[in-house]
């Protein structure tokens, strides 16, 4: 199998499971009370999101984005961790191992 097939295949894997998994935890809520894996699985592979103010608290936020600060870069990498372990980094490291052994051949 080409190396473009076999790297196609694993994010497409990646992809599928990124899909599913709601799926699956929705229909575990449904059938059943007991869904830690899922919760897990959901609070792990999805991306969180940073809202910040400009320190007066949540009263004092009338809802527009007058006052609203942008999230720094290390602010978004530190809600992601999960995200970043779970659904970027091994596809990245497959992917690369995938390359490195066809080279070798």
């Known amino acids: 199998m080409k190396t473009r ?3 196609i295949l694993v994010v497409a894997i990646f992809v599928l499971f990124y899909v599913t998994v709601p799926l699956f935890t929705q229909h575990c809520f449904e059938i059943s009370d ?3 894996v899922f919760r897990q699985l959901m609070n792990h592979t999805r991306a969180g999101m940073v ?3 400009d320190g007066n608290g949540i009263g004092e936020w009338g809802g527009t984005a007058q006052g609203m600060e942008d ?3 290390v602010e978004q990498l ?3 961790i999960p995200f970043i ?3 970027v980094i091994p596809p990245i490291v497959i992917i ?3 390359v490195f052994w066809d080279k070798r051949k």
């Open 51 to 53: 809202v910040g103010s």
């Open 34 to 36: 007991d869904c830690e």
């Open 78 to 80: 530190r809600v992601n």
């Open 71 to 73: 999230p720094t870069l």
């Open 85 to 87: 372990q779970t659904m």
């Open 5 to 7: 097939y076999k790297i």
């Open 96 to 98: 690369t191992a995938i």
